[in-house]
């Protein structure tokens, strides 16, 4: 999906905006240099494509795409995307690159996954290159 390294876990994490408070993370930060492509992780659907997202500024430029088992997974803070709302696309295509768009403290690509609308850890879902 994306080279870099895994800055921030999923579940309990510190804010870094607000030294030495923790919080719950709902996704992944991985870090990697401005402009590294994400690819899609498998063939599906760009349900959204937007600088701004579910009216939350801080995520940046946003992108989200829904595989054909209906998971969804958003990528926040990114430079640009190469797709639009409603595109299909297939496995492996380029479709952004990592940001430092919103609220961010560098360069680096912010990903939630939702099975059957619950949130779980990308982690479980798909696979990171590190």
């Known amino acids: ?15 870094p905006f607000k030294t030495g408070k923790a919080k719950k993370h709902n ?8 402009g590294t492509p994400i690819y899609a992780p498998s063939n599906g659907v760009i349900v959204a494509a ?3 997202y579910d009216g939350k500024p801080a995520y940046g430029k946003v992108l989200v795409f829904q595989s054909s088992s209906k998971t969804q997974t958003l990528f926040a803070h ?10 299909r696309v297939q496995k492996g295509m380029r479709i952004a690159a990592v940001g430092n768009t919103g609220k961010s403290t560098g360069p ?3 990903i939630e996954t939702f099975k059957a609308g619950e949130r779980v850890d990308p982690l ?3 696979p990171v290159q590190q």
């Open 78 to 87: 990114l430079d640009s995307y190469e797709v639009q709302q409603g595109q």
């Open 50 to 52: 937007t600088d701004i």
């Open 108 to 110: 680096h690509v912010h």
């Open 1 to 15: 999906m994306v080279s870099g390294h895994i800055s921030a876990p999923y579940g309990k994490s510190y804010d």
């Open 27 to 34: 996704g992944i930060d991985i870090a990697a240099p401005q």
């Open 124 to 126: 479980n879902v798909w």
